[in-house]
């Protein structure tokens, strides 16, 4: 059975950083793409940067140069190093991951506050 189990989120003061961690656990197939979500309450859960075949990313533009994702291909872990944070980025993260050939799973979500 496939795990994503997620770590790493908190509090922080704005401007600061945090590092959230994924790990996923049972995949027997290979993992196409890996992302990071997140969702406040009463919106839609959006897009905040995906990596794809372990080295194509993509991030959405609230956070591009502040957010770097990766991806380490032999513990089927990702990873979000978020910098720079602003109040706007509190939220629940979500790791998802696509297994292929489009088996979709998801983390159980980490909640990340920044306080100014």
């Known amino acids: 059975q496939v795990q994503l189990v997620e770590s790493g989120g908190g509090l922080v003061q704005a401007g600061g950083s945090l590092r959230l961690s994924c790990a996923a656990s049972?995949?027997?197939?290979?993992?196409?793409?890996m992302a990071w979500y997140r969702q406040t309450p009463g919106k839609q859960r959006e897009l905040v940067a995906s990596?794809?075949?372990?080295?194509?990313?993509d991030y959405a533009d609230s956070v591009k140069d502040r957010f770097t994702i990766s991806m380490d291909k032999f513990s089927n872990s990702v990873y979000l190093q978020m910098n720079s944070l602003k109040a706007e980025d509190t939220a629940v993260y979500y790791c998802?991951?696509?297994?292929?050939?489009?088996?979709?799973?998801w983390g159980q979500g980490t909640q990340v506050t920044v306080r100014t």
């Open positions: 998802k991951m696509l297994q292929w050939p489009s088996q979709i799973y």
């Open positions: 049972g995949s027997s197939l290979p993992i196409t793409t």
């Open positions: 990596i794809t075949g372990g080295d194509s990313t």
